[in-house]
Every structure is written in structure tokens, then in C-alpha cells.
């Protein structure tokens, strides 16, 4: 038995995190050295991604899966360095732009959403279908750190 509320005695098969980039930072290295985690999935909210971290903390990271929209970790980079040029890097008003962006193509594709029940788009801020009360649902990307590069998870 551990002795702390909340840590199990035995293996852990996953671990969800939401933490900042810098809390995270500090809580991984952690996780890597202790034996319950070692050979725990582990997962992060979009609220730990930042885009523009360096080497060394994307190195630091390895394995580590989170979900976030596509234009913020590259997936989209046309748009990300038209809204990114627009917005100076301020990553709030870059989600603005997505969702914006987002909008408009599914304006663009009224009709199809409407008359095919799994149309979907690909947008800047995920794969955007609706359902038969035409409510937009959003499918998130998921990323991985892997060697130091942010590769999507298959």
C-alpha cells in the first residue's frame, strides 16, 4: 500500500493529466521514475500543449498523448500561418479564427450536411459532421510526443 490518497499500490494501465505546459514539466519526470507508471499510457488535456515549446521539453514529453485542434499542432499549416500572422501568437484569438474559419466551410456545405447523414469536413479545428438535429459534433485529433516531434496517433 502507498500510504498517499489517490496513488494505487499496483500497475496503472493510464493517467489523464490536466495541468499547464509547466505543470506538466514537472510532473512527468515523475511519472518516468516511478514504478506504477512506468508502463502506463499517458495522457494530457489540450490545456498542457503550447504551441512553440522547444526541443527539450517536446524530448521531456516522450510518449505523452493529448488532443487539440488541428491548425494549433500543425496538422492545418496553411491556415496556422494565416491566422498566426493575423493574431501574433496570441493562441486565444487563434482558436477564434479556427472556429471562424470552421463555420464558414460548414456554411459552404449546408446542403450536404443536410441531405447526407455522414458527410463530414475536415476543419481547422477537427472532423466537423452533424447529427439528424443538425448539432455540429467535433472529433478532436489525438498527438503523441514522439522523439521530439508531435505525431498523429493511429
Known sequence: ESGVTGVPAGPVDAIYIIATQQELALIKPMLDISKAS??????????????????????????????????????????????????????????????????WELASHFSEIRQLPDFQVTGATGILSADNNCVINRQLPWIQYRQGQL????
Open 38 to 103: 512506468r508502463s502506463a499510457s499517458i495522457y494530457a488535456s489540450s490545456r498542457s500543449y503550447q504551441a512553440g515549446a522547444g526541443p527539450d521539453f517536446r524530448f521531456e514529453m516522450e510518449g505523452v498523448q493529448f488532443s487539440e485542434i488541428p491548425m494549433l499542432v500543425g496538422l492545418s499549416p496553411a491556415l496556422a500561418q494565416e491566422g498566426g500572422a493575423k493574431y501574433n501568437g496570441d493562441y486565444s484569438q487563434f482558436r477564434l479564427y479556427g472556429m471562424g474559419a470552421d463555420a
Open 151 to 154: 505525431v498523429p496517433v493511429k
